[in-house]
């Protein structure tokens, strides 16, 4: 069965970094876009970031472009999103997400197996 599980949040001070993964099992993964998608405590969901199957591809929302880095290795079965210079905004629950296809990689393409999600807390 697809397994999608997220580590790597934390606490973190305004302007420091974070790492986050998503450790992927159970399905071919390089046949797949992959996501990002947060959810503050009591709003609503926002794609974050978005990679093509093979890793030439990305896409930001333009509140984190310039700032968070998207990559995937696919010998590792692994995604991975470096956060830099985190805002109090950026404080979320940070969910893997898995597209329906090799290039979907938006926040209006289709997504079919979520992680349970890492909580990311950025505060002074």
């Known amino acids: 069965q697809v397994q999608l599980v997220e580590s790597g949040g934390g606490l973190a001070q305004p302007g420091g970094s974070l790492t986050l993964s998503c450790a992927a099992s159970g399905f071919p993964f390089s046949n797949y876009a992959m996501n990002w998608v947060r959810q503050p405590k009591g709003k609503g969901l926002e794609w974050v970031s978005g990679?093509?199957?093979?890793?030439?591809?990305?896409n930001y929302a333009d509140s984190v472009k310039g700032r968070f880095s998207i990559s995937r290795d696919n010998a590792k079965n692994t995604l991975y999103l470096q956060m830099n210079r985190l805002r109090p905004e950026d404080t979320a629950l940070y969910y893997c997400?898995?597209?329906?296809?090799?290039w979907g990689m938006g926040p209006a393409d289709d997504y079919d197996f979520w992680g349970p999600g890492t909580q990311a807390t950025v505060s002074s």
């Open positions: 997400v898995k597209a329906t296809t090799g």
């Open positions: 990679i093509s199957r093979d890793g030439t591809d990305t």
